[in-house]
């Protein structure tokens, strides 16, 4: 073993692998790697291997060879000229997460739980979510041949999500409650021995997860960037990247380490206003609001470690108003050709915000991570785009109803 799973808080040793906290101070559990045997290597020499999650294989808990993968990761890293000059800064680029199998950075995370899960045995598995958490489970366990359960908040999911989670044979039940009730009832299930937990609680999640790190240092020829800025919803993300970038660090394989910067929406902002206040632990919004759906999350499971990871890379985190992330989604679809949902925008409205408040110098290198594609949310698109032009069937009406 590669690895063992420690708590966050007591660094306590946690053996039972069905634990989703320390069984001592109730802290989150993590996956401390044991980094002895790859301190010679060097990062080039996984660059035989193709990009994606599985290129990073020594750096993952789960063996290569009992990988469930539909050959997650690999996303494009665009850089992006016009959008830096909208925002004014001297380079900016955008990951783009929608790429993945289920068109969300969960791919990541799953691919390595689900194989987890395989490895461990069980037969079913389950997820409370957003949306994009469930599409890629059940994408996942179909792959695997295990059970699925997804509990989602009612009303609340954007419609693409679910038609992957009904498609990909999940069973679907929308509970009378919002995304932090929805994972109180999934832990329970799986306590009672229902089902294998795969919401970031778990913490081989968040070591897939990491591999978009290593992907972005792979893409930039290892030339550090200053600033990676993120969409923070239960704070999984980036807590992975900056466990990803404390990895590297360590091995000696990187010599500094991007300000990791987090985006919250505004009615959903419990990590931002801890931020504000300098303190080290958040307070639960208790209705949280945003049309960005996938980070409406009151009450973020790993906000502590991602509180943790901006102070120790002196980072910082704001939040944005919906307006400001629906500006910037249709942006950088306007302006770059790039469709994410309205989560992943988050980032971009960030980073315009930050360079206008002066908190980003004009010559930083940046790189935005998004983390979801434009249909997984197809309504709120077409609610706020221009409305479609009608017309009678002839040349002569399609010109007049365009203007000419
Ligand atoms: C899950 C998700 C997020 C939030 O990520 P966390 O790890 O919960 O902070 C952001 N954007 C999209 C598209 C997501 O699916
Ligand atoms: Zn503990």
Redesign the pocket.
């Known amino acids: 073993m590669n690895h063992e799973v420690r708590c966050f808080e007591c660094e306590r040793l946690v053996p039972d692998p069905y634990l989703d906290e320390c069984p001592t101070c109730h802290g989150k559990l993590y996956v401390k790697m044991d980094l002895e045997g790859i301190k010679e290597t060097s990062p080039q020499e996984f660059a035989s291997r193709p990009l994606g999650v599985w290129r990073y294989a020594p750096l993952l808990p789960v063996e290569r060879s009992k990988a469930v993968t539909l050959q997650e990761g690999g996303t494009p890293l665009y850089k992006c000229k016009t959008l830096a000059e909208k925002a004014s800064i001297k380079e900016v680029f955008v990951k783009f997460?929608g790429a993945n199998p289920t068109g969300?950075?969960?791919d990541r995370g799953m691919t390595v739980g689900v194989s987890r899960a395989v490895e461990l045995g069980c037969k079913k598995v389950g997820c409370a979510s957003?949306?994009?958490?469930s599409a890629s489970l059940a994408a996942y366990a179909a792959k695997a041949g295990l059970g699925c359960i997804v509990l989602l908040p009612s009303g609340k999911v954007a419609v693409g999500k679910l038609a992957q989670a009904m498609f990909f044979g999940a069973k679907v039940v929308m509970l009378d409650g919002n995304f932090d009730d929805a994972l109180n009832v999934v832990r329970e299930l799986a306590r009672q021995g229902h089902l294998y937990l795969l919401n970031?609680i778990n913490p081989y999640r968040p070591e897939g997860?990491k591999t978009v790190a290593f992907e972005i240092l792979d893409q930039l020829n290892h030339e550090v960037p200053d600033r990676i800025i993120l969409?923070?919803?239960?704070?999984?993300?980036?807590s992975?990247v900056h466990k990803a970038l404390t990895e590297y660090a360590e091995l000696g394989w990187i010599n500094k380490v991007p300000k990791l910067t987090g985006i919250q929406a505004s009615g959903s902002a419990p990590i931002v206003k801890a931020f504000r206040n300098g303190e080290r632990d958040y307070r639960p919004e208790e209705h949280p609001e945003t049309v960005a759906t996938?980070?409406r999350?009151g009450n973020?499971v790993?906000g502590r470690k991602a509180l943790k990871a901006i102070y120790d890379t002196d980072g910082t985190a704001i939040d944005v108003s919906d307006e400001e992330i629906l500006a910037a989604q249709r942006m950088l679809g306007r302006m770059e050709g790039i469709g994410v949902?309205p989560?992943?925008a988050a980032s971009i409205a960030g980073l315009i915000k930050l360079r206008q408040m002066g908190e980003v110098d004009w010559d930083e290198r940046v790189v935005c991570i998004c983390?979801?594609h434009v249909l997984?949310d197809p309504e709120t698109v077409i609610k706020s785009c221009e409305p479609i032009i009608q017309s009678k069937a002839d040349a002569a009406s399609v010109l007049k109803a365009i203007g000419g």
């Open positions: 997460e969300s950075f969960k957003t949306g994009n958490t970031s997860q969409p923070v919803g239960n704070a999984g993300n980036i992975a996938a980070i999350i973020p790993s949902e989560a992943s983390t979801g997984k």
